[in-house]
């Protein structure tokens, strides 16, 4: 099963002016200028983000009526509190004491259910550009968007943010698969260049070894669904407007997966694994993030090139399927192999499917000649 349906832009990027959004979490400032280079760990904004209340149930920790709780407080409402210091005291000579649990402010206290509530100190978070480049704009207390001459590999589906580090090749045949013995220690920190597909017992195992990126062909459905501890379907919401997967059990490993065929079990495609293997070694940026309605977003691999070569395009290219293109097949049974148009017709033509429709001729890599709709294949180049 493939989720994407193709916009015109290549899913394989060899070289071209990479736009990459940095965003906040929360409303802040931003730290950097337009004009200014960047380096992936160079900080481009700072925001302060506010932590849910601690609520606490001094009555009950303190054994005494809720109207006397304002009374054993040892601090004004509004004054700020260090974590453990003493909050509250009953007895003459402080027989009960409770400690703060956290760093903030006394916020409030109910006298008639005994409740305190403490304001947590914000939470510093700093955003990183995590991609060498130039910063081209700034989105007010949001984020900047930053150009880099980059090889770029867009996938089909992903889970997880954004992730730098350095690709490294783990399989040699695209139709191989990743088991969870090829996960060692020397894949920490960085990007894994897979095969067909994964399992959910290796991507954990990708996470104890903190693993930030893995690109494959395709996973099965159950073994995502396990991997982020979901039961059924209902997690997966696809109606429109929006699209969205289930939220990953691991947020501390911040692990990032991209799959470039679609679901099930499905060698990557030649030409992307190619291109991704030839630089293997290299720092990259891995970016999860999938909308397939509204503001159409793909998961991709951004490869920064040292320096924008003589004749680099400044947009990617936008290749159109014509008869001698080299296309991939988003389609069962071949989804994911490639070859060259050989006659395009735009009249309504019979399909092995029995759905008439405008078709494609291919001539795939091994020789085989499949008829496939027009909208089934993208364009490579």
Do not use: C
């Not at 988003?330 to 309504?348: E, F, M, W």
Request: a positive charge; zero cysteines; aromatic letters at 6%.
């Amino acid at each position: 099963m493939s989720l994407y349906v193709p916009s015109g832009a290549s899913p394989l990027v060899t070289g071209a002016l990479a736009r990459i959004e940095r965003r906040l979490p929360h409303p802040g400032e931003i730290t950097v200028r337009v004009g200014q280079r960047v380096e992936p760990d160079t900080p481009v904004a700072l925001a302060y983000i506010p932590a849910a209340p601690r609520i606490i149930n001094l009555a009950r920790i303190l054994t005494i009526p809720p109207a006397r709780v304002k009374r054993s407080l040892l601090h004004d409402i509004g004054a700020p509190i260090a974590q453990g210091a003493p909050l509250a005291q009953t007895g003459r000579f402080g027989k009960k004491k409770v400690l703060s649990p956290v760093s903030g402010v006394l916020a409030s206290v109910d006298e008639a259910t005994g409740y305190v509530a403490i304001a947590p100190d914000p939470e510093r978070y700093e955003l990183t550009a995590n991609v060498p480049g130039v910063v081209m704009e700034i989105i007010p207390y949001e984020g900047v968007r930053i150009e880099t001459p980059a090889a770029q590999v867009y996938g089909i589906f992903g889970i997880g943010a954004s992730q730098y580090g350095v690709l490294q090749l783990m399989v040699t045949d695209p139709a191989e698969p990743i088991t969870p013995d090829k996960i060692n220690a020397r894949f920490a920190y960085t990007i894994i260049i897979g095969g067909s597909t994964i399992s959910a017992t290796a991507l954990q195992r990708a996470v104890q070894e903190r693993v930030r990126g893995i690109i494959v062909g395709g996973i099965d459905e159950a073994e995502l669904r396990a991997f982020l501890g979901v039961e059924g379907y209902a997690p997966w919401d696809v109606g429109p407007p929006h699209w969205r997967a289930p939220s990953s059990p691991h947020p501390a490993a911040d692990l990032v997966l991209m799959v470039t065929e679609g679901f099930g079990n499905h060698p990557m495609s030649r030409p992307l694994f190619d291109l991704l293997a030839s630089y293997a070694g290299k720092e990259a940026l891995i970016e999860g993030t999938t909308h397939i309605w509204a503001d159409m977003r793909r998961p991709r691999v951004v490869i920064p090139l040292t320096t924008r070569a003589a004749g680099m395009p400044i947009d990617a290219p936008r290749p159109t399927v014509r008869p001698g293109a080299f296309v991939r097949v988003l389609h069962q049974p071949r989804l994911g192999q490639s070859g060259q148009v050989r006659t395009l017709s735009p009249a309504p033509q019979r399909l092995p499917s029995r759905v008439r429709a405008p078709a494609a001729e291919v001539v795939l890599e091994d020789g085989t000649i499949t008829r496939v709709s027009a909208v089934a294949v993208e364009a490579l180049n």
